[in-house]
């Protein structure tokens, strides 16, 4: 009783005798992979380079150079993402100063770059210098006025059209697979789907090319989660390179994940949380062996990108911090406050955006991806304008936001009213009352906030890549620098309040506002994906702030529970099953007692199930089989007695040894080869929460199911998704099933 494998029903039956037959142990295109099988072929390959190794020298080498393959692809993966990453932030940065003005010097610098290089600019003015004009300066001669401030409002509203059109276009004409994040999609084809053409050399070339495009353009999305998608295309890319992983579905998985941890160590530099981030939020099977390459492949990436220093301050981290007061107890208050923003805040975004994805997918809305894609950056551009916080690219708004108010800074939220008699360090300054600096930035940051809330639910899921990394820390910064400017008056004008008196004496330091945003950035991701330890530690890579991990903890906790109230899945989960990929979710709990005898194929009215027997089988009913049906795999049964009138011209053998037959009869067919002989095995009465378990934790496909040894039926994975679909009361058919 033993399922054969997977084979392809073209080609001539024939040609399947004693050598090792091709294209069989190949994936169609939307199946999903036998991990097991996958295992015992990786087993049985190891078996025969050891046993080969002891023969020779050159095959002594050969079993080296296979052993070092997989830290060779890890260099590689590393090499490449970590460049790319390089290339595409050095080019976001020039394309989004291309928007405002253009450097006279040399084009191809941006803003910062062409002030570095003149002499002319001054400390306090050091944004503005010579070489760089606004498009109305360089046009017209002005740069104050109503005239030269609408032309520098159309050109920044037709760059940006002009940028998100260009990216639609190719995505759409190109590589339909490059729009998204990447991130659902990558989660079920490491859970072991099957999505030909998703990490393809076209999807790698023209995500790089339209993420820059995108990100330019300055709609509500970040370039973190499509950095993860552009990794594992370079893993996807390496690992073809050697027949260990080209050819083993289960190996290459394991190069994937590793390639996921290098995505988020150059997108965020940080090699530890994109080593931790594979693990929690990604992989579906993370054996210890890809544990060390993950976090190999993420360190060589994270290298590649601080040799090419895309930021140009000798760090790795985006946004460096250097706090000079630390935390006290009473702000955990606050904080907790910001993690229930957070989850509340990625419940919202989460139900709205589904909604609207949904709406997209069914009604007419879909048709039209390039002029939706027009739409939104249009609105996004023309409302983003006349606001300096949302004007700016969002990177630059976070760094902002977490920035300490130190004596240089020049910022408006760092216009405080300084006492004249202050003789303090520098860096030591003490509270502040709020100048009218503040009170004006305050008021930018509230709309920015509500901007930045609702254009990210319309903007993430359209046709270009889009990452939510960034517009979720967006939103939890403003909203934790609006807290805690709150805070910190607060603290200044009553500082006799019981909360305050104990560890804030008039004239000191007591309340940072920059870490403020950081928790809430912190809790706002959190909300949204649902992680935590990465979480956590990717924000205090990010930052440089490992003084401040317990707030953050503290934060991506309580976001955690506040989101879980209201819904399980985070917004990867929820879009994969939006789009009905076969994800079965670890997370997930199944408790309904239902049988695996009501799951099981054929039910009661349906046809029989389709099987091979073990005796007196000819090519002509294996043909007629595969014709007539559309299952990648048959049970193979012993029958008691023969079918009446079968008509052999070849008979086929499922043995080792084919009996001998008289010359004149055709050559037998063996297919021992492909047959399957421990397939798994439930009864009838197996609880379904029993065959969940089994199908998650040993990545079955299928499983037969048996009374007293006499074969019943059949349950796939496909058939369980579609039974717990039911279960929850949700439509089984909505999953993409082939």
Known sequence: MTPTEEMNGSGNLMDFLDEPIPDVGTYEDFHTIDWLREKSRDTDRHRKIASKSKESIWEFIKSLLDAWSGWVVMLLIGLLSGTLAGVIDLAVDWMTDLKEGVCLSAFWYSHEQCCWTSNE??????????????????????????????????????????????????????????????????????????????????????????????????????KEGPLVHVACCCGN????????????????????????????????????????????????????????????????????????????????VLFYVEYHTPWYMAELVPFILLGVFGGLWGTLFIRANIAWCRRRKTTRLGRYPVLEVMAVTGITAILAFPNPYTRRSTSELISELFNDCGALESSQLCDYVNDPNMTRPVDDIPDRPAGPGVYSALWQLALALIFKIVITIFTFGMKIPSGLFIPSMAVGAIAGRIVGIAVEQMAYHHHDWIIFKNWCRPG????????????????????????????????????????????????????????????????????????????????????????????????????????????????????????????????????????????????????????????????????????????????????????????????????????????????????????????????????MFN
């Open 508 to 735: 000191a330091d007591c309340v940072t506002p920059g870490l403020y945003a950081m928790v809430g950035a912190a809790a706002c991701l959190g909300g949204v994906t649902r992680m935590t330890v990465s979480l956590v530690v990717i924000m205090f890579e990010l930052t440089g702030g490992l003084e401040y991990i317990v707030p953050l903890m503290a934060a991506a906790v309580t976001s955690k529970w506040v989101a879980d109230a209201f819904g399980k899945e985070g917004i990867y989960e929820a879009h994969i099953q939006l789009n009905g990929y076969p994800f079965l979710d670890v997370k997930d709990e199944f408790t309904h007692r239902t049988l695996a005898t009501d799951v099981m194929r054929p039910r009661r009215g349906e046809p029989p199930l389709a099987v091979l027997t073990q005796e007196g089988t000819t090519v002509e009913d294996v043909e007629a089989l595969i014709k007539d049906t559309d299952y990648n795999g048959f049970p193979v049964v012993n029958a008691r007695q023969k079918q009446d009138g079968v008509v052999s011209n070849s008979v086929v053998y499922f043995t080792e040894d084919a009996p001998q037959l008289p010359a004149s009869n055709p050559q037998p067919l063996k297919l021992r080869r492909i047959l399957n002989l421990s397939p798994f095995t439930v009864t009838d009465h197996t609880p379904m929460e029993t065959v969940v378990d089994i199908f998650r934790k040993l990545g079955l496909r299928q499983c037969l199911v048996t009374r007293s040894g006499r074969l019943l039926g059949i349950i796939t994975k496909k058939d369980v998704l579609r039974h717990m679909a039911q279960m929850m009361n949700q439509d089984p058919e909505s999953i």
């Open 121 to 222: 600019t001054t400390f306090d003015d050091r944004d503005k210098c010579p070489q760089w004009q606004k498009w109305s300066e360089l046009m017209t001669g002005h740069t104050l006025g109503a005239g030269a401030y609408l032309l520098n409002y159309f050109l920044y509203v037709s760059w940006a059209l002009l940028f998100s059109f260009l990216a639609v276009s190719l995505v759409r004409v190109f590589a339909p697979y490059a729009c998204g994040s990447g991130i659902p999609e990558i989660k079920t084809i490491l859970s072991g789907f099957i999505i030909r053409g998703y990490l393809g050399k076209w999807t790698l070339l023209i995500k790089t090319v339209t993420l820059v495009l995108a990100v330019s353009s300055g709609l509500s999305l970040g």
């Open 237 to 316: 890319l390496f690992s073809s390179l050697f027949s260990k992983y080209s050819k083993n579905e289960g190996k290459r998985r394991e190069v994937l994940s590793a390639a996921a941890a290098a995505g988020v160590s150059v997108a965020f530099g940080a090699p530890i949380g994109g080593v931790l981030f594979s693990l929690e939020e990604v992989s579906y099977y993370f054996p210890l062996k890809t544990l060390w390459r993950s976090f190999f492949a993420a360190l060589v990436a994270a290298f590649t990108l601080r040799s090419i220093n895309p930021f140009g301050n000798s760090r790795l």
